[in-house]
């Protein structure tokens, strides 16, 4: 097929865990499940495909399984964490595109790739910690755990305290060669979860530090790496807008670069949610790619095709 493309999918939260359910292993299945679906109908119309995800929940999860057990194993780190939540994440994606590729009788390898992403280590998140990781504590809790290991913790409106961690911006994926090796075999590779594990590089060698990667600038990255035309991030809104959630909401369809980065300065795209995607579009166009698609997570292959979301182009 000459206009397939090489694709990466970047899914939000919503792909795996809904709002409002309690995280069992089966809801998440079942999310995937329906992911999966639009993954695989876009494998066989020929398109290579390289998914990466976010883990918000599923760490927050295993934070607290950390908590819970530190009294009978010892409780393991942030990064560790993330490591933890590729794998399980990835698992899931496995299994499940696994499961739609074998009932279209297309056999391809699904592989995930625990994947660390090279921060640098003066960027400035570090001195200003300001995303919220794990649950809400008491703030007799967050004062022992402020004196005893030096976190920094904030009350969140009202609902508790809660740690933060810096939030740096995402550098290099160390494990690109390797990842692109798979993607030319044709394997379909799941990647970069969680915006990847943040590393800093020293000598050569990688040390894990305890910070978040956002996972749509992280998936930016990602999809620079494998060389795609197209990057496309999977929410929970049809389209992105201008004056979003006010009675002079505009849905944007098809937007030029310089139009974008005129609604950024503009400040339509809040921070911590469409921000960072918009951003992740905006470096990726510019960067050279073909196109950047924001859209509903049903409709990535409609998207695809030019019938669904917001489509960010050069010219
Ligand atoms: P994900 O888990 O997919 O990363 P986020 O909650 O981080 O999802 O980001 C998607 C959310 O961004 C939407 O649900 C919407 O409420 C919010 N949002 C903020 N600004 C805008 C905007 N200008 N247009 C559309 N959605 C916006
Ligand atoms: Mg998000």
Known sequence: MDNAKTIVIALGGNAILQPGQNGTV????ENVD?????VAELIAQ???VVITHGNGPQVGAL???QEAGRDRVPPMPLDVCGAESQGQIGYMLQQSIGKMLARRSIPRPVATVITQMVVDPNDPAFANP???VGPFYSAYYAEQRMKETGEKWIEDAG?????VVPSPDPIRIVEQDAILSLVRTGAIVIANGGGGIPVIEKGGLYKGVEAVIDKDLGGECLARDVGADVLLILTDVAHVALHYKTPHQVDLHTVQLDDLIRYQQE???KAGSMGPKVEACRRFVERGGEAAIIAQ????VEAIHGNAGTRIVKQ
């Open 63 to 65: 934070l607290i399984q």
């Open 159 to 163: 609902r508790g305290w809660r740690r």
């Open 130 to 132: 300001t995303k919220p």
């Open 297 to 300: 997570l049903d409709r990535a």
């Open 34 to 38: 329906s992911t999966a679906e639009q």
């Open 26 to 29: 089966d809801e998440q299945m």
């Open 267 to 269: 400040g339509h795209f």
């Open 46 to 48: 020929g398109h290579r």
